[in-house]
């Protein structure tokens, strides 16, 4: 069957003899219309390939931000916790906490400082542990070279390591 010419003229758009269309590239190389397909098929398969990496990537960062919340709200839980159970040394009292807090089962914060207390009665202020703790005690004398507290006596155990 003979070349016939389509709307396109000469330039482009000719039927070859399979009655397929194709197109003439500017150095004169004749695309088939399959070609030209299977090249977009394949440039959008890249595409897709690069945005599904990227939305991994995203969902990575998605979760690592949801620890870094969960993080920061245990945090905040535990020093609600350690604060209210007058926890004398903040920062040794959470380590502990969290430590506790990394062996149970099913996490609890309230629980993981009431067994902090009953363990290490020393790091909170008003609890007497085995009878060779200072806190609460009276008439515990200072040799030279140590400071006093700026306040008196009733300064809690947080107050006292701020220096206020």
Request: glycine share 12%.
């Amino acid at each position: 069957m003979a070349k016939q010419i389509g709307q396109m003229g000469g330039t482009g758009g000719e039927m070859n003899q399979n009655n397929e269309s194709s197109a003439v590239g500017g150095d004169g190389v004749e695309l088939s219309e399959e070609l030209m397909w299977k090249a977009r098929a394949q440039e959008a398969e890249e595409k897709l390939a690069q945005v599904e990496a990227r939305v991994i990537e995203l969902e990575k960062e998605l979760e690592e931000s949801h620890e870094s919340v969960r993080s920061v709200e245990r945090r905040s839980a535990i020093d609600m916790e350690l604060i209210a159970a007058k926890a004398i040394d903040l920062e040794t009292a959470r380590m502990l906490t969290e430590a506790t807090i990394g062996e149970m089962d099913s996490p609890d914060v309230g629980i993981a400082v009431r067994e902090l207390c009953d363990r290490k009665p020393f790091l909170f202020a008003g609890r007497r542990g085995n009878g060779h703790g200072v806190h609460g005690a009276q008439g515990v004398s200072m040799g030279p070279g140590q400071r006093r507290w700026k306040r008196g006596p009733t300064v809690s155990g947080i107050d006292q390591l701020r220096g206020w």
